[in-house]
Structure formats: structure tokens, C-alpha cells
């Protein structure tokens, strides 16, 4: 029912910024919960942020409260990371997510590389 495609990815030095793009096709996109979600060789996949279906309400990993932020436009049919005042440990292949209400995060796009170097 949805398909997910991140971009936005690449290499920064330390304290730079990146924006992620989650672009999402399917007729319920709106209807989503959005779930980013990052992963680094040899570690278990770990929460990021989450935003709710209209936007309105946002919940962030404390390893990135006050430098990342999470966002929607679901006219365009996609949600976004900003990454500000990023660091070396903020290293991973970043995903997002998608849920609904009364499921898990079913849909999982195929991730960006995201590299910072010191």
C-alpha cells in the first residue's frame, strides 16, 4: 500500500547539516505515522523521531533532541529529517517507516547512508 524512497544522504563533517527525504507513494499516505530509524555497522537498529499522521505531534530519540527534526507535507506526500549540529556517532544508514494506528511499521524504504566525518 505504500512504498517508501529515502534521499538526502551523504557525507558532512562534524557540525554540519543534511536533510532526509522520506517521499512516499499511495492513497493513505496521510493517514501514516512516520518513523525514522537508523542503523550502524554492527548495532541494532535504533529509534530516531516519529511524527503523527497530521503533523502535529513529534517524539525524538534523546541522542538527537535539539539538533534533529522531524516534518511532513502530506500534499507532496513526504516527511523529512533535518539534521542539524551533526557528530561522527550520528553515522548510520537512516531509514523511515511508516504505521498505522493499529499496526507496526510494516513499510520500510531501502535507507541512506549517512556519514560523519570528524
Known amino acids: 500500500q505504500v512504498q517508501l524512497v529515502e534521499s538526502g544522504g551523504g557525507l558532512v563533517q562534524a557540525g554540519g547539516s543534511l536533510r532526509l527525504s522520506c517521499a512516499a507513494s499511495?492513497?493513505?499516505?496521510?493517514?501514516?505515522?512516520v518513523g525514522w530509524f537508523r542503523q550502524a555497522p554492527g548495532k541494532e537498529r535504533e529509534f530516531v523521531a516519529t511524527?503523527?499522521?497530521?503533523?502535529?505531534?513529534?517524539v525524538y530519540a534523546d541522542s538527537v533532541k535539539g539538533r534533529f527534526t522531524v516534518s511532513r507535507v502530506n500534499a507532496k506526500n513526504t516527511a523529512y529529517l533535518q539534521m542539524n549540529s551533526l557528530k561522527p556517532e550520528d553515522t548510520a544508514v537512516y531509514y523511515c517507516?511508516?504505521?498505522?494506528?493499529?499496526?507496526?511499521?510494516?513499510?520500510w524504504g531501502q535507507g541512506t547512508q549517512v556519514t560523519v566525518s570528524s
Open positions: 499511495g492513497r493513505t499516505f496521510s493517514s501514516y505515522i
Open positions: 517507516a511508516t504505521r498505522s494506528s493499529s499496526s507496526g511499521y510494516d513499510y
Open positions: 511524527i503523527s499522521a497530521s503533523g502535529g505531534s513529534t
